[in-house]
C-alpha cells in the first residue's frame, strides 16, 4: 500500500531489550566497557544472527541486553524505539519491561523506569507519540524469583505503569505458579493495573483455558486459541483483546509461514486483535512492517487497519483522558491523510 506510513498506528505488545537495533548495541557496550561477542550480529553487522528461537532469546538477547546499564541507557533505547514508531505513524506504544533486567545489568530497578519514562518524555516532546510501560514476570523466574520481582514492582509505582503481564516461554501448567505474587501487585498497587499475560503462543489452547483464571482483559499472542472453537467463543464472550505478532510467531516457528497464521480466522470469528512487533531490534521488523504484512498477506484493507488501531487504543491501558486524545489524534490523522471527513456531529441544517 502506497500510503501505509499514513495509518494510524498503535502498539500494545513490544519488549523494551527487544527493540535495541545492533549499531545501538554496539554504541552502548562501548560505552559501558561491555565485549559483544562478534558472533550475534550478521557478517554485515546489520542484524542479529541466531540458529532457532530459543538461542535468540537466551544466547543473543542476554549478550545484547547486558549492554543496557543505565539510567540514560534505558532513555536511549526507548527514545530510538519511539522516534522509530513515529516516524511510521504511531500514536501510542505500550512497553513491557522486566526485573530480570535488573540482575542481568546491574541498573537499580527505579532507574530502569525513570530511564525508559526518560524516552518516552524525549519522543513526545518531539513527536507527541505517547507510551505506557507494563511490568511483567518472566516464566523461567518462578517461586522466590517471582516473589522478589513482585516487590521489585510494588516498590515504585511510577504514573507510566499501566499493565502487568507473564512473559517468557510457556509451558503446560506454568501459569498457576504465578497466580499469587501477580495477584498481590494488583491488590497491592494503589490503583488498577491492565491485566494481560503471554498465552497460548507456543502450547497450545490449555495455556488460554489457564490464562482466563486471572480475568484478563489481553493476551499476549494468544494465536493457538484458535485450535480450541469453545476457547475462542469464550474470548470473544469475554472482550479479551489478543496482541497478535505475526512476523514473531513465523521466527519462533510458532507457523510455518503467513498462509498458515490464524490471523484473518481469528479476525472471522469476532476476536478483537492488535498488531505488534515483539522483539523489533532482534527479529528487524517494526510496527509499520506488522501494518504491511497484515495488508499483504491478510489482504487487511486500509479501513479495517484504522480500526484495529482504535480497538488497540481502546484496549490499552491509557487513562480515558489519554484514550480520547489518541482517538481524536486518529480521526485527524485518517481526516488529513485520507480526505476522509472526521466523525462527529452531522452539520446543522
Ligand atoms: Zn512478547
New binding site residues.
Partial sequence: MRDLNAIPKAEL?V?IEGTVRPDIARQLAKKNGVTLPDDIFTPDGQGYQWSGFIDLVTRVYQAMAQCVRTRDDFKTITEDYLDRCANEGAVYVEI?ACCGQVHLAGISYKDMIDGIADGIDSARAKHGIEARINMTFERHRPGVEAQNDADMILSYKHPYIVGLDI?GGEMAGDIPQFMNDYNRVVQNFGRPLGIRL?AAENVGPQNGWDALALNPSRL?HGVRIVEDATLVDEIVKRGIALEV?PTSNILAGVYPDFSAHPLKKLLDRGVRISLNS?DPGLFGNSIGEEYRVAHDEFGLTRDQLVQITRDAINDSYADAALKTKLLARVDAMVAANFNMRRPGPAPSP
Avoid: E
Fill in positions: 505488545h519488549h513491557i512473559a503471554h499476549g505478532c515483539d
